[in-house]
């Protein structure tokens, strides 16, 4: 690749060199200033507020990065498309709200000296989850799931203060490193078959009139298998309620929305580009008979919105439980991907948009509790309605949404996701989800009734939420409630970004 080449694809990986900047000025500072960590933070903050605008410059714009030197094709590396940008807007966005999280959180203020490594781990991760959203070869592919997962297993385990922190860290570890490994093993038998790891390529080869069906299926799977283990899909799901649990609530919510929105920005590109053949005059994708893609995500999907709910009736903890919870959104969203088409991408583009807003907005309140009593045990909600009436209520607005109840923003997530479901004549799978839905709101309910309808002993004491942190609720919740009602910004964009993409 010549130097002009190479600088014509540095320009569309703005964000992602930001955030190389960035941590290292973070590794620099946490040397030079061992004592007061704010710098570091702050640093932190703007990098990723800097990456932010790059990524929303770039939004409607369209190339290729990286694409090979002797001009055989160009296709790179690395594709900037709206899509992919969207998902590294919710990346960041997520980035920014926990990085807020992060500094109001006691669990990682009493880490004291170690918050610089904490913040630069962040950025690692977070410099994965952009690459995996931009990749269109499998190389890269890779090389993004394992940047973010080497430092999501460091953070996962962070606390040290804990037996189930070290106990989350080495599970994560050990799922990952099998997952890894099937995902490689699949990689290495479609670059046998095709001569290529390219994306683009690999869909001009599945166009061909002789193809080897049973080791491309079998290949197909495994890499489905790296993939389901990052969104958290059954049966991939099992480390998920353990590292939830063990992990700092920051981290929990971290990895519950900006890692899961990474890996469905990779999914929906390989199936897009390395497996639809064409779209029909419906918006509808066409792909290549050698894997029939659209059963086993309709069967995955639903077990997945089944475990991930039934498996939450019993819990106890509410990290536990909203665990759960993120399992069985997975299998809603994934549902938006088993249609099949451009309607179904924008249903899940918008879904995850809101679903950012209120998990993060649960896990923080969580936090909030975790600090005060030092417990994540339901009862630790006991007459919280009474304690902080403020704090009470923002959760309520954030779990009703997460059931997916009008007038809030979950209600939009999951309408757009039945009527793609509806108007794709998947009318059997759109009753299991609704019936999900209404099995999900016997735990969420729960919760509040444990807020509002447990009457407070007679010392019971009130408590008061920081400024900031009311303002930091107020903002998620109005934004909760607002797109509830005010959704078509988000709507038109979504379509905007589908529409440039080709889908």
């Given amino acids: 690749m010549d130097f002009i080449s190479l600088f014509a694809s540095l320009k569309f990986i703005k964000p992602e060199i930001t955030i190389s900047i960035t941590l290292l000025l973070v590794v620099i500072f946490d040397i030079i200033f061992n004592e007061n960590k704010k710098i570091v933070w702050l640093i932190t903050l703007f990098g990723v507020f800097i990456a932010l605008i790059f990524t929303s410059l770039n939004l409607l714009v369209e190339g290729y990065a990286f694409s090979p030197v002797d001009g055989s094709h160009n296709f790179g590396l690395l594709t900037l498309d709206s899509f992919g940008s969207f998902f590294k807007v919710i990346v960041l966005v997520s980035t920014l709200l926990i990085l807020y999280f992060s500094n109001n959180s006691n669990e990682i203020i009493n880490t004291g000296k170690r918050q610089g490594e904490y913040y630069a781990l962040m950025l690692g991760m977070l410099l994965g989850m952009l690459f995996m959203t931009s990749a269109s070869d499998l190389i890269m592919v890779?090389?993004?799931?394992?940047?973010?997962?080497?430092?999501?297993?460091?953070?996962?385990?962070?606390?040290?203060?804990?037996?189930?922190?070290?106990?989350?860290?080495?599970?994560?570890?050990l799922y990952g490193a099998v997952s890894s490994a099937f995902m490689?093993?699949?990689?290495?038998?479609?670059?046998?078959?095709?001569?290529?790891?390219?994306?683009?390529?690999?869909?001009?080869?599945?166009?061909?009139?002789?193809?080897?069906?049973?080791?491309?299926?079998?290949?197909?799977?495994?890499?489905?298998?790296?993939?389901?283990?990052?969104?958290?899909?059954?049966?991939?799901?099992?480390?998920?309620p353990d590292v939830y649990e063990g992990a700092p609530v920051a981290i929990t919510a971290f990895l519950s929305v900006a890692s899961k929105a990474a890996g469905f920005a990779l999914f929906i590109r390989l199936l897009k580009t390395g497996f639809v053949l064409r779209s029909n005059e419906q918006g509808m994708w066409i792909l290549s008979d050698i894997f029939d893609?659209?059963?086993?995500?309709?069967?995955?999907?639903?077990?997945?919105?089944?475990?991930?709910?039934?498996?939450?009736?019993?819990?106890?903890?509410?990290?536990?439980?909203?665990?759960?919870?993120?399992?069985?959104?997975?299998?809603?969203?994934?549902?938006?991907?088993?249609?099949?088409?451009?309607?179904?991408?924008?249903?899940?583009?918008?879904?995850?948009?809101?679903?950012?807003?209120?998990n993060i907005g649960a896990f923080f309140v969580v936090s909030i509790i975790a600090d005060k009593y030092n417990s994540e045990d339901i009862h630790g909600y006991d007459s919280l309605g009474?304690?902080?009436?403020?704090?009470?209520?923002?959760?309520?607005?954030?779990?009703?949404?997460?059931?997916?109840?009008?007038?809030?923003?979950?209600?939009?997530?999951?309408?757009?996701?039945?009527?793609?479901?509806?108007?794709?004549?998947?009318?059997?799978?759109?009753?299991?989800?609704?019936?999900?839905?209404?099995?999900?709101?016997?735990?969420?309910?729960?919760?509040?009734?444990?807020?509002?309808?447990?009457?407070?002993?007679?010392?019971?004491?009130?408590?008061?939420?920081?400024?900031?942190?009311?303002?930091?609720?107020?903002?998620?919740?109005?934004?909760?409630?607002?797109?509830?009602?005010?959704?078509?910004?988000?709507?038109?964009?979504?379509?905007?970004?589908?529409?440039?993409?080709?889908?």
């Fill in 184 to 240: 490689l093993f699949g990689i290495s038998l479609i670059y046998g078959l095709t001569g290529t790891t390219n994306l683009y390529l690999i869909n001009l080869y599945l166009q061909a009139p002789q193809i080897n069906y049973i080791p491309f299926a079998l290949a197909s799977i495994m890499i489905f298998a790296g993939i389901g283990f990052k969104i958290s899909s059954a049966p991939f799901h099992f480390w998920t």
């Fill in 293 to 358: 893609w659209h059963s086993l995500l309709i069967f995955v999907s639903i077990l997945t919105m089944t475990l991930g709910n039934f498996s939450a009736l019993w819990q106890n903890n509410l990290k536990r439980m909203l665990a759960y919870s993120s399992i069985a959104h997975a299998g809603y969203m994934l549902l938006g991907v088993a249609v099949l088409s451009s309607q179904g991408v924008v249903a899940v583009l918008i879904y995850f948009f809101f679903y950012m807003l209120m």
């Fill in 142 to 173: 890779y090389l993004s799931m394992e940047l973010l997962s080497l430092s999501s297993y460091v953070l996962a385990g962070f606390l040290k203060l804990r037996d189930r922190d070290s106990e989350a860290s080495l599970k994560y570890l």
């Fill in 386 to 503: 009474y304690k902080n009436p403020w704090l009470a209520a923002a959760f309520s607005i954030f779990l009703i949404s997460l059931t997916g109840l009008p007038p809030t923003a979950g209600f939009i997530g999951k309408l757009y996701i039945f009527i793609a479901l509806v108007d794709s004549n998947m009318i059997a799978v759109a009753v299991i989800a609704l019936l999900n839905t209404v099995v999900s709101l016997y735990y969420y309910i729960r919760v509040m009734k444990h807020m509002y309808l447990v009457k407070p002993a007679e010392n019971t004491e009130t408590f008061s939420t920081s400024p900031s942190n009311l303002v930091y609720l107020i903002l998620l919740s109005a934004s909760v409630l607002l797109l509830g009602i005010y959704f078509s910004p988000v709507v038109n964009l979504a379509k905007q970004c589908v529409g440039i993409l080709g889908l």
